[in-house]
C-alpha cells in the first residue's frame, strides 16, 4: 500500500485527467468497429481508473462516472424468453 500526500490543486488537476481519460474510454466503448475483446481490455483500465477517481472525487461525480451495466448481454437474454 502506497500513501500520497497532495494539495488542492493537485486533488483537482488529478480529478480532471481522470475525468478526461474515463470519457475517452467511455466515447471508445461505444464505437462498433473496436473489439470485444479490447472492449473488454479497455473496460479493466477504466476500473482502475474509477477506483482512484473515487478517492479524490465526491461522491456526484463518482455517480455520475459509474461505468453502466452492458445492456445488450442484458436486452439478448430478456429476448429469448420472448420467443
Do not use: P, W
Request: net charge negative.
Amino acid at each position: 500500500m502506497l500513501g500520497l500526500l497532495i494539495n488542492e490543486m493537485e486533488t483537482k488537476e488529478l480529478e480532471y485527467v481522470l475525468k478526461r481519460e474515463m470519457e475517452e474510454i467511455m466515447l471508445d466503448l461505444t464505437d462498433s468497429r473496436i473489439d470485444d475483446v479490447v472492449k473488454e481490455t479497455m473496460k479493466d483500465r477504466y476500473q482502475v481508473f474509477f477506483n482512484l477517481f473515487r478517492r479524490v472525487a465526491n461522491e456526484k461525480d463518482c455517480l455520475q462516472y459509474m461505468l453502466k451495466t452492458n445492456t445488450t448481454k442484458q436486452e439478448k437474454h430478456l429476448n429469448l424468453f420472448k420467443s
